[in-house]
Protein backbone atom coordinates (compact mmCIF):
# COMPACT_ATOMS: atom_id res chain seq x y z
CA UNK A 1 0.00 0.00 0.00
CA UNK A 2 1.66 3.25 -0.62
CA UNK A 3 1.31 6.76 0.93
CA UNK A 4 -1.13 7.99 -1.56
CA UNK A 5 -3.20 5.13 -1.23
CA UNK A 6 -3.08 5.74 2.34
CA UNK A 7 -4.43 9.68 1.78
CA UNK A 8 -7.21 8.48 -0.45
CA UNK A 9 -8.56 5.71 2.04
CA UNK A 10 -8.15 8.07 4.65
CA UNK A 11 -10.70 11.40 2.67
CA UNK A 12 -12.86 9.25 1.20
CA UNK A 13 -13.84 5.52 3.61
CA UNK A 14 -16.84 7.96 5.57
CA UNK A 15 -17.68 10.27 2.85
CA UNK A 16 -21.31 10.31 3.74
CA UNK A 17 -24.24 10.70 0.96
CA UNK A 18 -25.60 14.12 1.05
CA UNK A 19 -24.28 17.54 -0.27
CA UNK A 20 -20.85 16.29 -1.16
CA UNK A 21 -18.56 18.91 -2.09
CA UNK A 22 -15.24 17.46 -0.49
CA UNK A 23 -14.51 14.35 2.03
CA UNK A 24 -13.69 14.41 5.43
CA UNK A 25 -10.52 13.33 6.76
CA UNK A 26 -9.20 10.62 9.31
CA UNK A 27 -6.19 11.47 11.53
CA UNK A 28 -4.93 8.12 12.08
CA UNK A 29 -4.03 7.61 8.24
CA UNK A 30 -2.51 11.04 8.35
CA UNK A 31 -0.36 9.90 11.08
CA UNK A 32 0.79 6.64 9.44
CA UNK A 33 1.15 8.62 5.91
CA UNK A 34 3.65 10.51 7.59
CA UNK A 35 5.75 7.14 9.12
CA UNK A 36 6.13 5.91 5.68
CA UNK A 37 6.28 9.21 3.56
CA UNK A 38 10.83 9.34 3.86
CA UNK A 39 10.72 5.58 2.05
CA UNK A 40 8.15 5.87 -0.20
CA UNK A 41 9.13 8.57 -2.99
CA UNK A 42 5.01 9.11 -4.03
CA UNK A 43 3.08 12.20 -5.20
CA UNK A 44 0.05 13.34 -2.99
CA UNK A 45 1.84 11.85 -0.10
CA UNK A 46 2.00 15.80 1.95
CA UNK A 47 0.16 15.70 5.19
CA UNK A 48 -0.78 19.25 6.29
CA UNK A 49 2.06 21.90 6.02
CA UNK A 50 2.48 24.38 9.44
CA UNK A 51 1.58 27.38 8.30
CA UNK A 52 4.51 29.52 8.12
CA UNK A 53 5.07 27.38 4.74
CA UNK A 54 0.94 27.11 3.10
CA UNK A 55 0.86 29.11 -0.21
CA UNK A 56 -0.47 32.28 -0.42
CA UNK A 57 -3.25 33.47 -2.89
CA UNK A 58 -5.72 31.30 -4.94
CA UNK A 59 -5.60 27.30 -4.63
CA UNK A 60 -5.07 25.58 -7.88
CA UNK A 61 -7.85 23.52 -8.98
CA UNK A 62 -7.00 22.67 -12.54
CA UNK A 63 -4.61 20.18 -14.03
CA UNK A 64 -4.88 19.22 -17.86
CA UNK A 65 -8.15 21.56 -18.44
CA UNK A 66 -9.34 19.40 -15.22
CA UNK A 67 -10.70 21.40 -12.87
CA UNK A 68 -11.48 19.52 -9.20
CA UNK A 69 -14.89 18.86 -7.43
CA UNK A 70 -16.22 20.88 -10.82
CA UNK A 71 -15.65 19.56 -14.71
CA UNK A 72 -18.22 17.25 -15.55
CA UNK A 73 -16.82 13.23 -16.27
CA UNK A 74 -18.55 13.94 -19.65
CA UNK A 75 -16.29 16.51 -20.47
CA UNK A 76 -13.51 14.93 -19.42
CA UNK A 77 -13.80 12.33 -21.90
CA UNK A 78 -14.19 14.64 -24.56
CA UNK A 79 -10.98 16.35 -24.05
CA UNK A 80 -8.79 13.11 -23.04
CA UNK A 81 -10.57 10.50 -24.94
CA UNK A 82 -11.95 6.82 -23.63
CA UNK A 83 -9.38 5.86 -20.82
CA UNK A 84 -6.98 2.62 -21.29
CA UNK A 85 -8.01 1.76 -17.74
CA UNK A 86 -10.99 2.03 -15.49
CA UNK A 87 -11.52 0.18 -12.37
CA UNK A 88 -13.65 1.13 -9.33
CA UNK A 89 -11.74 1.28 -5.90
CA UNK A 90 -14.48 1.40 -3.70
CA UNK A 91 -18.78 0.75 -3.96
CA UNK A 92 -20.94 3.62 -3.54
CA UNK A 93 -23.63 2.70 -1.29
CA UNK A 94 -26.98 4.42 -0.26
CA UNK A 95 -25.01 6.29 2.76
CA UNK A 96 -21.40 6.45 1.18
CA UNK A 97 -19.89 7.49 -2.02
CA UNK A 98 -17.73 5.21 -4.17
CA UNK A 99 -14.22 5.86 -5.38
CA UNK A 100 -13.31 5.06 -9.31
CA UNK A 101 -9.95 5.74 -10.85
CA UNK A 102 -9.10 6.52 -14.64
CA UNK A 103 -6.04 6.02 -16.53
CA UNK A 104 -5.20 7.41 -19.69
CA UNK A 105 -1.42 6.50 -21.77
CA UNK A 106 0.18 8.26 -24.86
CA UNK A 107 3.92 7.97 -25.85
CA UNK A 108 4.81 11.12 -24.02
CA UNK A 109 2.55 11.58 -20.66
CA UNK A 110 0.01 9.08 -18.86
CA UNK A 111 -2.57 10.97 -16.57
CA UNK A 112 -4.65 9.45 -13.60
CA UNK A 113 -7.92 10.78 -12.48
CA UNK A 114 -9.56 9.30 -9.30
CA UNK A 115 -13.38 10.52 -8.63
CA UNK A 116 -15.98 10.25 -6.40
CA UNK A 117 -19.84 8.91 -7.33
CA UNK A 118 -22.83 8.21 -6.43
CA UNK A 119 -26.28 6.79 -7.58
CA UNK A 120 -27.82 10.40 -7.21
CA UNK A 121 -26.52 13.63 -7.80
CA UNK A 122 -24.91 14.65 -4.54
CA UNK A 123 -22.39 16.55 -5.69
CA UNK A 124 -21.88 20.15 -6.52
CA UNK A 125 -23.30 20.74 -9.97
CA UNK A 126 -26.05 18.22 -9.40
CA UNK A 127 -23.23 15.64 -10.90
CA UNK A 128 -23.35 12.08 -9.88
CA UNK A 129 -19.97 11.51 -10.49
CA UNK A 130 -16.77 14.63 -9.68
CA UNK A 131 -13.25 14.59 -10.28
CA UNK A 132 -10.89 14.37 -6.20
CA UNK A 133 -7.23 14.30 -7.75
CA UNK A 134 -5.32 13.80 -10.95
CA UNK A 135 -1.50 13.31 -11.73
CA UNK A 136 0.51 13.54 -15.03
CA UNK A 137 3.53 12.23 -15.65
CA UNK A 138 6.10 12.69 -18.94
CA UNK A 139 7.00 15.62 -21.18
CA UNK A 140 4.44 16.83 -22.91
CA UNK A 141 3.31 20.24 -21.77
CA UNK A 142 0.27 20.86 -24.04
CA UNK A 143 -1.59 18.67 -22.12
CA UNK A 144 -0.03 18.45 -18.34
CA UNK A 145 -0.44 21.48 -16.91
CA UNK A 146 -1.96 23.76 -14.24
CA UNK A 147 -4.18 26.18 -14.31
CA UNK A 148 -1.17 28.86 -14.34
CA UNK A 149 0.37 27.77 -16.94
CA UNK A 150 3.69 25.52 -15.14
CA UNK A 151 3.62 22.34 -17.28
CA UNK A 152 5.37 19.07 -17.93
CA UNK A 153 8.73 19.89 -19.42
CA UNK A 154 9.14 23.42 -17.37
CA UNK A 155 13.14 23.26 -15.27
CA UNK A 156 11.73 23.30 -11.93
CA UNK A 157 12.98 27.12 -11.00
CA UNK A 158 9.83 27.78 -12.65
CA UNK A 159 7.91 26.71 -9.58
CA UNK A 160 8.96 29.50 -7.61
CA UNK A 161 8.02 31.72 -10.21
CA UNK A 162 4.45 30.45 -11.03
CA UNK A 163 3.47 29.54 -7.11
CA UNK A 164 5.74 31.53 -4.72
CA UNK A 165 8.39 30.47 -2.18
CA UNK A 166 5.78 28.82 0.64
CA UNK A 167 6.07 25.23 0.06
CA UNK A 168 8.00 22.32 1.46
CA UNK A 169 10.51 20.56 -0.45
CA UNK A 170 12.35 16.94 0.10
CA UNK A 171 14.71 16.13 -2.80
CA UNK A 172 13.21 16.53 -6.10
CA UNK A 173 10.04 16.89 -5.12
CA UNK A 174 7.82 20.07 -3.87
CA UNK A 175 4.40 20.65 -2.06
CA UNK A 176 2.80 23.21 -1.90
CA UNK A 177 -0.49 23.62 -0.07
CA UNK A 178 -3.29 25.93 0.26
CA UNK A 179 -5.33 26.87 4.01
CA UNK A 180 -8.36 24.77 2.08
CA UNK A 181 -5.65 21.64 1.79
CA UNK A 182 -5.88 21.63 -1.46
CA UNK A 183 -2.45 20.00 -2.34
CA UNK A 184 -0.07 20.29 -5.61
CA UNK A 185 3.03 18.13 -5.75
CA UNK A 186 5.62 18.96 -8.43
CA UNK A 187 8.69 16.23 -9.02
CA UNK A 188 11.25 16.28 -11.62
CA UNK A 189 14.12 14.36 -13.63
CA UNK A 190 17.87 14.92 -12.70
CA UNK A 191 18.62 17.11 -15.12
CA UNK A 192 15.49 19.69 -13.44
CA UNK A 193 12.99 18.84 -15.80
CA UNK A 194 9.47 18.65 -14.51
CA UNK A 195 8.19 15.23 -15.18
CA UNK A 196 5.37 14.35 -12.49
CA UNK A 197 2.21 17.02 -11.66
CA UNK A 198 -0.52 16.28 -9.10
CA UNK A 199 -3.45 17.68 -7.75
CA UNK A 200 -5.30 16.89 -4.51
CA UNK A 201 -8.61 18.72 -4.14
CA UNK A 202 -9.50 20.07 -0.68
CA UNK A 203 -11.09 17.94 2.07
Known sequence: ??????????????????????????????????????????????????DSQLARGKDELILTGIEIYKTPLDTVFRKLGKPAEQRQLSPATKEVVGERLYKWKRPDISIELRTQFSDEPVF???????????????????????????????????????????????????????????????????RGIIDDIALLGPE
Not at 14 to 27: A, I, M, N, Q, S
Not at 151 to 159: F, M, N, P, R, V
Open 1 to 50: MTVSTVIWQERHSECRVGLVTHPPTLKNARRLAILVLLSLPTILSADHLP
Open 124 to 190: KGNLRETPSSIEVRGTDGSVGHTGRGLKLGDSYTAIQKVYGSRYMKMGRRITIQWATTTTLEIGWNE
